[in-house]
């Protein structure tokens, strides 16, 4: 699954820690999710797309 968190992130001056606290998760987990390596849950997906006012569809999409 691809998404757009490192460049949301980023526009916002968040650091992964800074993120991982706003989520309440460890940013071991952001730095997975960055790079591909880990797919939310999905009541952590939501919790992504409301954090940066975004649907989950503008976040994540499925690679081919």
């Known amino acids: 699954m691809n998404n757009c968190i490192q460049e949301l992130r980023t526009q916002r001056n968040w650091s992964q820690a800074d993120l991982a606290a ?7 987990t952001i730095n997975a999710l960055e790079r591909g390596r880990y797919d939310p849950s999905l009541p952590l997906a939501f919790k992504i797309a409301r954090l940066f006012n975004l649907t989950i569809e503008e976040i994540f999409s499925v690679s081919d």
Do not use: A, C, H, K
């Open 22 to 28: 706003r989520l309440d998760v460890s940013r071991q």
